[in-house]
């Protein structure tokens, strides 16, 4: 379990590391650097609190409410990004 754990740890740092390479990039359009920003962000942390209820499994009511809450607020927070940026483009 605990290399499981350890794996899911690592490819949700993946993710966050994904998700803010193409930051720097400058061939692509700010919407698309939010976007793949916000996903990769919101799967990343989804990820690691799974890994940790492998490793913690008696906190699974917390973690599972901890996935829920940043599941919505992931969504809304990037859907009210995403409008202010289309704004002020």
Do not use: C
Request: aromatic letters at 14%.
């Amino acid at each position: 379990m605990i290399i499981l754990s350890n794996f899911l740890i690592i490819l949700g740092l993946l993710f966050w590391l994904w998700g803010t390479l193409p930051i720097v990039n400058k061939q692509h359009s700010l919407l698309y650097k939010l976007h793949t920003l916000t996903v990769s962000d919101s799967v990343g942390s989804l990820i690691l609190l799974f890994g940790l209820l492998f490793r913690v499994p008696d906190y699974w009511p917390l973690l599972v409410v901890t996935a829920i809450s940043l599941s919505i607020w992931n969504t809304i927070f990037s859907y009210i990004i995403a409008n202010v940026a289309e704004k002020k483009l």
